[in-house]
Structures are given as structure tokens and as C-alpha cells.
């Protein structure tokens, strides 16, 4: 049965952009669907890292709050910036089909790190970015670069860049392809070089828990090797007490009905050292995934990741 629906969503250009995608996505299974722009805390906060602010929930709590209150019925988000662990009476009605999950390089002059000039900085906002690149960049025996906090929306860290604030910075590619900007792509990072944020590149839908109704409209959007593949990343950040002030990195790829899963953390404060591991094994539900997720988190564990 249509439904007439609100998508609560941030007011930066990519996160337009991906409500508009549901937007249509929906419209073209009958439903109307207007959209409600909110500034959310994680927008206003600028000048300190996301970390020490409380964390990615900052960019979902008004969200959320337009949903209890009924003013929306549903929420799109950038998985990588829900938290791992959704507040009561809330629920992930939808994983659609992932974007390009890697990162990517942007840098007007150098098309890869091994070009950059004696004590150039380079911007990440996010710490799993700076756990692997210094260890990319000690390898290199590159310990004059610097790496600096970029805080901002996608165009306000491109403006940061043009500006000449930094070198080069490390993005999402999904966002950079999501706005037609793939131009600025100098390079992307295989997942060898910088393993991906768990849920990078792929679209999570948020609902109330009792709305049946709109989970039903929302089950044409879902991918479910998508939805397996950051069920299980997302098992390794909860089970570390995964937060963006955790330096972790989890991918998954699904062939068949196998999925390959890796994980990687580092210490910010201390060596350049990463801790990794791996699992592989079948899997036919969300259970089977976070269950994967859980040992690559123990395997972490154990090898010295806190």
C-alpha cells in the first residue's frame, strides 16, 4: 500500500543527495516522499575532532529525534557514520547496494604519497585514516609528513585543500563519485594499501522500530550481500566498542556464499604498528555475518588491539 513518507535528513550536498536517491527510489514504488533538512550537532562542531566531541552519533541524534516525534518516518545515512549500537526503539530497516568502499587520494599537485615534498601535511578527520597511513608513510621512512585533523563537509574539506591548508587529503571515493566528483580522485586505494571504515560506501535507512509498515515499503531498496558484508564489519567495531575514536578498519567481501572478512587497528599515540587479522567462512544470514565479525574481533584482540 503507498505510503506517504518523510526522509529526516542532513542539509550538507552528499547527504541530500543520498536521501534524494531514496527519495526517487521510492517514488518509483508508488510512495510520496517529501524530505525534512535538519543541521545536526556533528555539522555545527567544526573546530574539534569528531572523537572528542562524542563521537558519529553526534550526526544522527536530530535525526532520530524527527522520527520519535513522527515529523519523519525514516532516516538515510552514511553507514559509517551510524553507531554501532542504535538507541531503543529504533531499528536498520535497510542496507542498499554499496558504493566503491575504498579510499581516495585528492591532491591538486601529487598524484600518490611517494610524491610528496619535505614536511607536507596531509588532512584526514578520521583515525582509522591516520592509524594507516602513518603506518604507510613510516614504511616509506616518510616521517616528516605530518597529518592534520579536516573536519567539515565534503566541500568544505575539498575548499580546505584548494586553499592549500594541506598537500593532499584522504575521502570516501563513494562521496566524491555520489556528487559526479570523481575527477578530483588523484588516486584510490586498493583495500591492501588502506583497509575501508566498516559500512564505507554503503547506505543505511533508519526507522522506528514499531513501523512495520515502512520496513515493508523499504524491503525493494535492500541488498542483502551488501547487508551481509556490513553486518559483519559492523560485529568487529561492536565487539572492539567501536566508536570514531576507535582507529579500526573492517572489510568484507562476499563471493558465493563465503565471506572474507579482514580487520585492522593501530594505536594513534603509539608505533606505527598495525594489528590485523582475517576470517573466512559461509554465511546465509545477518547472524552468520556478525558472528564472523565477532572472531576477526577476537583474533584483534588477542594480537594486542584495544
Excluded at 615534498?117 to 616528516?144: I, N
Aim: net charge negative.
Amino acid at each position: 500500500m503507498p505510503l506517504m513518507l518523510t526522509i529526516a535528513t542532513r542539509e550538507s550536498r552528499l547527504a541530500l543527495w543520498q536521501a534524494e536517491h531514496v527519495q526517487q527510489l521510492l517514488t518509483v514504488h508508488g510512495h510520496r516522499v517529501d524530505l525534512l533538512g535538519m543541521t545536526t550537532r556533528g555539522d555545527q562542531i567544526l573546530d574539534r575532532t569528531l572523537s572528542k566531541v562524542g563521537g558519529k552519533g553526534l550526526f544522527v541524534k536530530e535525526l532520530e529525534t524527527a522520527l520519535a516525534e513522527g515529523r519523519a518516518q525514516l532516516a538515510v545515512h552514511s553507514l559509517k557514520d551510524v553507531p554501532m549500537e542504535l538507541p531503543e526503539g529504533f531499528a536498520l530497516a535497510c542496507v542498499m547496494a554499496r558504493e566503491d568502499p575504498r579510499d581516495a587520494w585528492v591532491s591538486p599537485q601529487c598524484a600518490s604519497l611517494a610524491d610528496l615534498s619535505a614536511g607536507a601535511v596531509v588532512g584526514t578527520s578520521s583515525l582509522r585514516r591516520t592509524v594507516l597511513l602513518r603506518h604507510t608513510l613510516s614504511e616509506m621512512k616518510r616521517d616528516d609528513v605530518r597529518i592534520e585533523p579536516l573536519r567539515g563537509n565534503l566541500d568544505t574539506r575539498l575548499r580546505k585543500l584548494d586553499e592549500g591548508q594541506y598537500a593532499g587529503i584522504v575521502l570516501a571515493a563513494a562521496g566524491l563519485k555520489r556528487l559526479g566528483l570523481g575527477q578530483r580522485i588523484r588516486h584510490i586505494f586498493s583495500t591492501d594499501e588502506m583497509l575501508p571504515a566498516a559500512g564505507q560506501g554503503a547506505l543505511g535507512i533508519e526507522i522506528r522500530a514499531d513501523r512495520a509498515d515502512v520496513a515493508e515499503a523499504l524491503a525493494p531498496l535492500v541488498d542483502q550481500a551488501s547487508w551481509l558484508a556490513v553486518a559483519a564489519e559492523r560485529a568487529v567495531s561492536r565487539a572492539m566498542g567501536g566508536s570514531c575514536s576507535m582507529p579500526l578498519a573492517a572489510h568484507a567481501t562476499l563471493q558465493g556464499d563465503r565471506l572474507h572478512l579482514r580487520g585492522a587497528w593501530g594505536d594513534p599515540e603509539g608505533a606505527p604498528q598495525l594489528v590485523r587479522a582475517e576470517a573466512e567462512g559461509p554465511v546465509a544470514t545477518l547472524a552468520d555475518a556478525e558472528a564472523l565479525g565477532q572472531r576477526v574481533a577476537e583474533a584483534l584482540g588477542a594480537g594486542g588491539a584495544h
